[in-house]
């Protein structure tokens, strides 16, 4: 290669480094602000932060924590990934008491050496102990006399749990759910009880505190991976945060996945949680196949902005890739970063070690099934039992589907989307986990009526398989005419859905990382 082993391999380092954005360390390279979002995320608004893994949501929020060192505004940062295995409304008791812990190491410095106000905050985190010690009391109370009702239920809309013994695809289970999140709502207003009485209270000692200050004005708490909350309790945490903030010079900065969160339910004509547009702003940074062209160039630019920073320029970063060798990288990596540069990094090492100058659309494809299994682990760790089942089956079946289409692209029904929840939900965690990738929205089709959304299966799903020779035609995602090609894509219906997925292979793991199809 044209550049020398040293600056690749400082190149390697600094990209390895700046794959997982840390808490309290120097940001590897500057948040790509390329949709001027860094602003609104500083604005005293609250905000929810939407992006599939590896967006750079995280860097996104420690970016904008950069920003407000000279303003009055502070913010306190929890990841809720270190509360994912906390029964409710312990998580809650758990988070407000790690937000008031940041608060209090930062007391001093944010809100003078008030004795009072100091005392007030250990007051509050006295009080949240007291009530973390109750509610396992009553907890314990709860599953001693309840021991039906609230497991094994398919919670496709609030609860988000899919379950392989209930999952139907013939209508959603509307009913079943209101029935469950009814049943668990009334378990829970016993164990909220306690800290709905204690809010007015609560919200007095916090505006104590911004009283005595003259440095500090407002504080954002940046509430990070909200999805890894259990889904059926995320609108009950997130109701409390924003009862909380409302009034006070607080506003949360929520980051998470879209489709596997759940921020505002309806229970019994009363609101739960926060509503989008009404209680939060949302911004969205995740970049999509929907616009190749804007994907691509973001990616360029957070690869160009390694180089830079070991002081290799965008030129001979391009000098890197021959052909189409770049988009594909873009397209493999599902249009998001992190993946992006991860197979960029391995991608790199086989090419250096076979002695090739550049790096072709040929030599991404033959790396891509490793990013294909690094996301199927991601979703077995994601996902317990019965849940983990349907989303590796769904995977199965749009593979199946795409390899007898003989194509990597399909349409879905934005009727059938609308209609049934569970259909609507595996899709959209599937697109979550980076499994296939939007393509576009409200599309037509040459020959059938209604809209559509359009998706292509990730690359690593098929790349790997050797009997596709002159039988898979690849929509390329980045050519002018990909859209006019998508409106002609075959359509997944409930029908082949449902049919493919009752005759998906008892171990689908193993189908989906064969060399070849397995029959089922």
Known sequence: MALSDKKLNQLRRKITEGLRIQRDTSE????????????????????????????GKTLLLHHSTT?????????????????????????LIEIL????????????????????????????????????????????TLKATSTTGITDKVEAGVGGKLDFAQFNLSGSNSVQQTQQTERSFSLRSEKLKELDVWLPRLKEQVREVFERSSTVTAVFLQIDDLYHLKKSDQPFVIDYIHRLCKDLPLYFKIATLRHASSLYMDLDNQPIGAQERHDYQPINIDYTFADFPKT??????ILNEFGKAVGISAGDIGSLFKGAGFDRLVMAG?????????????????????????????DVRLMSKSNFEKRIEELKQDSEGGEQDVLMRGIYVIREFCLSKGTNAFLV?????????????LIYRLLDYRIIHSTASALTHKSQAGTFQGFVVDIGCYAHLRK????????????????????????LDEGDFKSLFANAPANVEGALLADDPVEA
């Open 28 to 55: 590897p390279v500057p948040y790509m602000d390329s949709a001027n979002v860094v602003g609104d995320v500083c604005s005293k608004q609250n905000h929810t932060i939407f992006a599939r893994r590896g967006c």
């Open 468 to 491: 596709l020779d002159g039988r898979f035609s690849e929509l390329d995602v980045s050519a002018d005419a990909a859209k006019d090609q998508l409106r002609s894509a075959p359509i």
């Open 296 to 301: 691509r160039e973001q990616n360029r630019k």
């Open 334 to 362: 599902g249009g998001v970063p992190r993946d992006t540069l991860s197979l960029f990094l391995e991608v790199l090492s086989t090419t250096q070690s076979e002695g090739n100058d550049k790096i072709g659309k040929d």
């Open 97 to 140: 008491d790690a937000l008031f812990r940041e608060l209090e190491k930062h007391l001093h410095g944010w809100f003078g050496r008030s004795k009072a106000s100091k005392l007030v905050v250990q007051n509050i985190r006295a009080e949240l102990a007291s009530l973390r010690s109750k509610a396992d009391v009553q907890d314990e």
């Open 413 to 425: 029904s934005e009727k059938s989307l609308q209609q049934n929840d569970n259909f609507r939900h």
């Open 67 to 91: 920003q407000l060192a000279k303003t009055k505004t502070r913010s306190v940062y929890l990841n809720c990934e270190d509360f994912k295995r906390h029964s409710f409304p312990n998580v």
